[in-house]
């Protein structure tokens, strides 16, 4: 006989394998993209770019276009700032923080090649693309701002001149004690490393939809978004038109990864063209304009050194980081994020508590830089786990056991770390042993060793991360942006006894449907398949911060969970009325009313449902039976709820060739509660491919002159199949216990470390030959160069 | 991006095709499998008044052995180079270079044809056209007339194929006992244009090398016949010393352009630790 798990319990959802209700959908076509959305009447936009990544815009002539076939519109910046306030990308809590205020097209000069110019309308998109081609506009160029070092030169020409520099941020972090240990540490390791752009190249580009209706003032927007509140208040203040009739529908949305959650400005355009028109106009950027306008991420030269005593305790860190972000700070939740986790994510596993960083976010000539998936994290710990196994190397310790010697103690929680951040408790060394186990350490070491003396170079690496998941209002609230952190959820059941739950969290593909409806089936004692789910439209759910920074399952499902409990007090209090019992001695199973103590069925739910809304009259008098609920749910305890784990990389490189094969990747990951295992180990799976992306083939070149010179999936690679090795993932599960639920974010975990480990790895394999590299993405160039071939 | 508005008409003899052309006084293209006609289209980098399928030309297909040449229709499409036995028997480094041509999507429409036309000095096809030492059969106004691959790619996306001209097939000399070959290349990710790729096939007496052909591709405007390594095979045998040799000359055979992602040096480096496992491997198939 088995032994009975908490799985055994009825209608327990939570930790299952439940498959996406929603993935048959979208697999036979069935989906709905904004794409795939064609409403009566509607227009196109395309858009004319700057050919230069710095220019003053002397003249623009439409004349020949506006009489070109199916033309219905073609408007500036100046015709659109009539209509729409500037806004700008700064948030209080980064003190000093300057942006430039941004309109949704330019009136006299644009920053950044490709940025879009002119909107032409026209019945279709061919004929809006033929008509952008028969506008002209003369342009006087200007010295284009590029290179990070160019940008602070105090003789460089600033892009902003109201700013006075081209300075956006800068901030520093100084526990005390660095130089003194610098000084005086018997071993000091330093590097520097460069972290290129790259891009989130979603299956689905960005879409939107502006329906404005001149009858009612209102206005519709499909979006392809992941936060459709976020964007319902800025096209509201932003177009002065009252919230209440601003209405933003996410439908099914092809990937986001953080790219969609930003204002831009083609999108808030859309807004205003359709309001000139008071006809629908829609906009989908194609993948020539993605690379030109989604935002690109990282881009970061970070100079960092470590300090350690002779037996290889880490003592202090010092780190310097420069991020180049494009010409302004991304709106509404700015481009400082990203610098600001990397100079406190630094160190964060370790021990060591004296710490010292600066960092400077700079503006230049290049399309913005703001928050992709993992915001931060590859970077402070592609830098820490470096420099740690440099250390290693310098004291003669395996990689692992200088990380068991300096990673703070499973049991040593709550503490913070040298950053001030505050971990509840983490499980670094729990996840070490047990990573060291799956992927038999030893044995690939011995194979190792034998390889090489057949000339076959095959590197280990491994690298220790944490994440930050579930932000509270001390992400943005506390900044002044209009961003919530806390989420709604309205839980109802009808006639028959199915369910609904609208949510203000998002399904962008991750599974979050799936999720919130295995947490409402388990809480409220229901058949999962008797739920449905409903998210991304600002009419039907309840307000919420929507989906970022790993907050669906922790944020969300804990909304959804305390939502189905308020729901099944009150079907027990309906049931205990009509049964004549006491709400205690009751359960709800699998959609019925069960006796608490024997599980002995009484009354299906259905029934319930069918007395309460078609025969209130035999209930008893003064009996209002409730069966909607809405609920919210803000986190109050830790700031962040941080997870962790550990990644191995395991690759051979051809050291002829610098081409690499990633033979396999280990993920050992600690997201608190795991609500389905399948979901999690599919997100860690698809960030890791992410990083794996970043550390060896994704990178937004850029000549001197400002111009992106790979903007094309022909010349810029993403990973592919063939490419990435098997991942195998384990599990140590540390609850939250600022929840019922207990559950972390995971979303951002593959994606923390994947790079790290591979540069790790690289190096190791490059040991013989006596070259390092710390510059990622690791290409077959640099590799050769490292190896001193070239 | 979308294309700009075309004409369109679809040929069904090579008479038809020629006269179409003609007609639209060299505002047109043709187009075959599409696969880089397309999205030039779409990128609006071209933006011809007409296209001219040619897709359904009895005439541009079929494989057939003629004697010592197999003949190739240029209709062939990616997937049947990869998959045809006559192919595979006689003109094998096609056979070897078509897995590494793009994705099953591309091989289903692309044509050999259309890829020898196009003549990207990246392709893997067109350096294969010269190691195989075929002759490319060009119908024109004039008639019908023959270009040895040696005098066919003449610069960048430029071929002995005048305006107006289809290629109607490739003749391939069969090989023949005592030919080996080999073909590999290098790329970041499968199915990519590679960093650099080569195709060789030498003809043996005994041991000696008699003859070979040393085809490059992405290395240059054109793919490349590196000369001056194949003559310092000639007359040897294949052994260490012998592809030491080839291998040190063989960066002076090429001409890769300046690029900062793959620099000329890069180019050079890759292609004497290709030339050297090519080689090699044709020497080891010694039997
Ligand atoms: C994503 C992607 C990846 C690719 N990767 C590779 C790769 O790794 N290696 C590689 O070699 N190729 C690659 N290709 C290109 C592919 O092989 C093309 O199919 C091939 O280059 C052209 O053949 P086609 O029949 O599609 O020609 P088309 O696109 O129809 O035509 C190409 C050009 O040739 C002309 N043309 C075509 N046929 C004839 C003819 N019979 N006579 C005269 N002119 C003619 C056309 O007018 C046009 O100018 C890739 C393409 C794509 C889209």
């Given at each position: 006989m088995g032994v009975l798990t908490p799985l055994d319990r009825p209608n327990s959802y939570i930790g299952r394998s439940v498959p996406r209700p929603n993935a048959k959908r979208l697999l036979a076509g069935r989906g709905r993209y904004v794409t795939d959305i064609t409403l009566p009447r509607m227009l196109h936009v395309a858009y004319v770019r700057s050919p230069y990544a710095h220019a003053r815009i002397v003249s623009i002539d439409a004349q020949a276009a506006r009489k070109m076939p199916g033309v219905r519109l073609i408007a500036t910046g100046e015709d659109l700032a009539k209509l729409c306030t500037p806004w700008v990308g700064t948030m209080d809590h980064f003190k000093g923080m300057k942006s430039p205020p941004q309109l949704p097209l330019p009136i006299d000069k644009v920053v950044w090649s490709g940025q879009a110019v002119v909107a032409v309308v026209a019945d279709t998109r061919a004929l809006a693309e033929d008509a952008a081609e028969a506008v002209y506009i003369e342009f006087d160029e200007l010295p284009a701002v590029v290179d990070i070092d160019a940008a602070r030169d105090p003789s460089a020409p600033v892009i902003s001149p109201e700013l006075g520099s081209n300075l956006c941020f800068h901030g520093k972090i100084d526990t005390g004690g660095v130089e003194d240990i610098f000084a005086n540490a018997a071993h000091v390791v330093e590097e520097e490393f460069h972290f290129g752009r790259h891009t989130a190249v979603t299956m689905e580009p960005r879409a939107i939809i502006a329906d404005y209706d001149v009858s009612e003032a209102k206005l519709t927007v499909h979006h392809a978004t992941q936060t459709p509140y976020q964007f319902q208040d800025i096209y509201a203040r932003h177009y002065g038109i009252p919230e209440s009739s601003v209405r933003v529908i996410a439908p099914d949305i092809g990937?986001?990864?953080?790219?969609?959650?930003?204002?831009?400005?083609?999108?808030?355009?859309?807004?205003?063209?359709?309001?000139?028109?008071?006809?629908?106009?829609?906009?989908?950027?194609?993948?020539?304009?993605?690379?030109?306008?989604?935002?690109?991420?990282?881009?970061?030269?970070?100079?960092?050194?470590?300090?350690?005593?002779?037996?290889?305790?880490?003592?202090?860190?010092?780190?310097?980081?420069?991020?180049?972000?494009?010409?302004?700070?991304?709106?509404?939740?700015?481009?400082?994020?990203?610098?600001?986790?990397?100079?406190?994510?630094?160190?964060?596993?370790?021990?060591?508590?004296?710490?010292?960083?600066?960092?400077?976010?700079?503006?230049?000539?290049?399309?913005?830089?703001?928050?992709?998936?993992?915001v931060g994290h590859p970077v402070a710990c592609t830098v820490t786990e470096r420099l740690v196994d440099m250390i290693a190397e310098k004291t003669a310790h395996d990689v692992f056991d200088i990380r068991s010697r300096n990673m703070i103690a499973d049991d040593a929680y709550p503490c913070t770390s040298p950053t001030g951040y505050q971990f509840e408790a983490l499980s670094h060394h729990a996840c070490l042993a047990k990573v060291k186990a799956m992927m038999n350490y030893d044995g690939l070491r011995a194979e190792q060793a034998e390889l090489r003396t057949k000339g076959i170079h095959r590197g280990i690496g491994i690298a220790t991360f944490v994440e930050i998941t579930n932000p509270g209002p001390a992400f943005y609230g506390v900044g002044g942006a209009r961003i919530s952190s806390q989420d709604g959820a309205i839980v109802k059941i009808t006639p028959a006894g199915d369910v609904h739950c609208s949510i203000s969290v998002t399904e962008l593909g991750q599974g979050t449907e799936t999720i919130i409806g295995q947490i409402v089936a388990e809480h409220l004692g229901v058949d999962r398949d008797r739920i449905k789910v409903m998210t991304g439209d600002t009419d039907t759910t309840p307000y919420g911060g929507a989906t970022y920074a790993c907050r669906g399952a922790g944020i969300g499902g804990e909304t959804a969970l305390q939502a189905a409990k308020k729901l099944k007090a009150n079907v027990l209090a309906v049931a205990a009325a009509i049964l004549q019992d006491e709400p205690d001695r009751l359960d709800v199973q699998s959609g019925w009313i069960v006796e608490a103590g024997t599980g002995q069925q009484r009354i299906e739910l259905s029934e319930i449902a069918r007395i309460a809304y078609f025969r209130s009259d035999t209930l008893p008098p003064g009996t209002q039976a409730q069966l909607s609920v809405a609920h919210h749910y803000a986190p109050q305890g830790y700031p962040f709820a941080f997870t962790n784990g550990i990644q191995a990389c395991h690759l051979e490189l051809d050291v002829e060739t610098g081409l690499v094969k990633i033979l396999k990747l280990w993920v050992v990951e600690d997201c608190g509660r795991v609500i389905n295992p399948l979901l999690v180990d599919e997100q860690i799976r698809g960030g890791v491919v992410q990083g794996l992306g970043a550390a060896f083939f994704e990178e937004c070149v850029y000549g001197d002159n400002g111009q992106l010179t790979n903007g094309s999936l022909a010349d810029y690679l993403v990973p592919m199949a063939v490419e990435m090795p098997d991942i195998e993932i384990g599990h140590v599960e540390t609850l939250t216990l600022d929840t019922q639920l207990g559950a972390k974010g995971v979303g951002e975990a593959g994606t923390a470390a994947a790079s790290a480990a591979a540069l790790n790895a690289i190096n190791d394999a490059m040991k013989p030959f006596g070259g390092t590299i710390a510059q990622v993405p690791m290409t077959p160039a640099r590799l050769l160069k490292a190896l001193g071939h070239i | 991006m979308k294309a700009r508005a075309f004409n369109y008409v679809r040929a069904s003899t090579v008479v038809e095709a020629l006269k179409a052309f003609e007609d639209a006084q060299d505002d047109a293209s043709y187009i075959a499998g599409g696969q880089s006609l397309v999205p030039t289209l779409a990128l609006r980098l071209q933006a011809p008044e007409l296209?001219?399928?040619?897709?359904?030309?009895?005439?541009?297909?079929?494989?057939?052995?003629?004697?010592?040449?197999?003949?190739?229709?240029?209709?062939?499409?990616?997937?049947?180079?990869?998959?045809?036995?006559?192919?595979?028997?006689?003109?094998?480094?096609?056979?070897?270079?078509?897995?590494?041509?793009?994705?099953?999507?591309?091989?289903?429409?692309g044509t050999l044809g259309g890829s020898i036309s196009h003549a990207d000095p990246a392709s893997e096809f067109p350096a294969m056209t010269l190691a195989l030492g075929a002759e490319l059969e060009i119908a024109g106004r004039d008639g019908i007339r023959r270009v040895p691959a040696d005098d066919f790619f003449v610069d960048l996306f430029q071929t002995a194929i005048e305006p107006g001209e289809l290629l109607v097939a490739i003749h391939v000399p069969v090989v023949r006992s005592g030919h080996r070959w080999a073909f590999h290349e290098l790329a970041r990710r499968r199915g990519d244009f590679a960093l650099v790729g080569c195709g060789i096939l030498a003809e043996f007496s005994g041991d000696v090398v008699e003859h070979v052909c040393i085809a490059f591709f992405s290395v240059g405007s054109t793919p490349l016949r590196a000369r001056q390594a194949e003559e310092a095979l000639i007359g040897k045998k294949l052994d260490q010393v012998a592809i030491a040799a080839a291998q040190a000359i063989v960066g002076d055979d090429l001409n890769p352009p300046e690029d900062e992602h793959t620099p000329p040096a890069m180019k050079r480096h890759l292609a004497r630790v290709l030339l050297g496992r090519l080689l090699g491997e044709i020497a080891r198939q010694d039997v």
């Open positions: 990937g986001s990864f953080g790219m969609k959650l930003h204002m831009y400005h083609e999108d808030m355009a859309v807004v205003g063209l359709s309001m000139m028109l008071g006809r629908p106009v829609k906009y989908v950027a194609d993948r020539i304009e993605s690379f030109v306008s989604d935002i690109h991420a990282r881009d970061h030269r970070v100079r960092a050194r470590m300090a350690a005593d002779t037996d290889g305790n880490i003592l202090a860190m010092d780190v310097e980081d420069v991020t180049g972000i494009g010409a302004f700070s991304a709106y509404p939740r700015t481009s400082v994020v990203e610098g600001n986790q990397v100079y406190r994510l630094m160190g964060a596993p370790y021990t060591f508590r004296n710490y010292r960083a600066d960092l400077q976010v700079v503006f230049q000539n290049k399309v913005q830089m703001s928050q992709y998936r993992a | 296209l001219i399928d040619i897709a359904h030309i009895p005439a541009l297909r079929g494989i057939e052995l003629q004697g010592d040449w197999l003949r190739i229709g240029a209709l062939t499409r990616h997937f049947e180079v990869l998959s045809d036995p006559l192919i595979r028997l006689h003109a094998p480094l096609y056979s070897e270079a078509a897995p590494h041509v793009a994705h099953p999507a591309i091989r289903n429409k």
